[in-house]
């Protein structure tokens, strides 16, 4: 059962299948790869590149592709109906997008995804998703582990957005895009995003997100000048209670 204390002191999680985890499903029955499949294009598959800032869907669209991270990251927004734009999601590579179109429920996009880095992405056909997942259990298998991780990352958000302080949200976010907690080793430097973009991810302002990101680096916790280093310090502003 999660607490607020748990939720206070959580480290980041996982949020998608690493490469080691989809080699140690490459032994299907019948030699099917996932790990090629995603990193190649064929049937139903196409492989796009996306400047930054290049929009690869948008809200209300058609749902008909599903769209896998290969390079970069790209970043979640919905809009409400008094046109209030709102930051949901930073996605980066090992992540399905656009995942929601393999529900006949929904043939509509919920949100909009848009570049905040270069990307190297791969479209799949939802038809010719909905047959790899029918046909090949490697794949299945690699599909439901991702949605397992997404789905614990969105409980995690809300815990973070109910019992945490803004400071703590946001030393949550930049260890996440860092990849701490992930398996292998985290990435020390991560792209520039802005502050407006961190702002409506945990839920405050720009000036105050500004008056965090400035203590963080007085501590020594992240340095940044273009592009922004994360060190594992920031694990404190998360771990003191």
Do not use: W
Not at 112 to 122: F, N
């Amino acid at each position: 059962m999660i607490t607020a204390k748990t939720a206070r002191t959580a480290a980041p999680a996982p949020v998608a299948p690493s490469k080691v985890a989809l080699t140690k499903r490459k032994n299907g029955h019948n030699g099917f790869d996932p790990e090629s499949f995603l990193a190649t294009t064929g049937v139903g598959r196409k492989l796009m590149n996306l400047a930054k800032k290049e929009v690869l869907f948008t809200q209300g669209d058609p749902a008909n592709t599903i769209f896998y991270v290969r390079k970069g990251r790209l970043k979640l927004t919905v809009v409400s109906e008094r046109g209030k734009e709102a930051t949901i999601a930073l996605l980066g590579a090992g992540e399905f997008v656009g995942e929601s179109c393999i529900a006949a429920a929904q043939p509509l996009r919920q949100a909009s995804a848009a570049a905040i880095t270069d990307c190297e992405v791969l479209r799949i056909a939802r038809k010719d998703m909905l047959r790899v997942l029918h046909e090949q259990h490697a794949f299945s298998d690699v599909f439901v582990s991702f949605l397992l991780a997404r789905n614990a990352r969105i409980q995690e958000d809300l815990v973070d957005q109910l019992f945490n302080s803004s400071e703590k949200r946001l030393a949550r976010i930049l260890l996440l895009l860092a990849q701490f907690g992930k398996e292998g080793k985290p990435e020390k430097v991560i792209p520039k995003i802005s502050q407006e973009t961190l702002a409506d991810m945990i839920g405050t302002t720009r000036s105050r997100v500004s008056f965090f990101m400035n203590r963080f680096r007085k501590l020594g916790f992240i340095k940044y000048n273009g592009s922004m280093e994360i060190h594992s310090s920031l694990l404190n502003v998360i771990l003191h209670d």
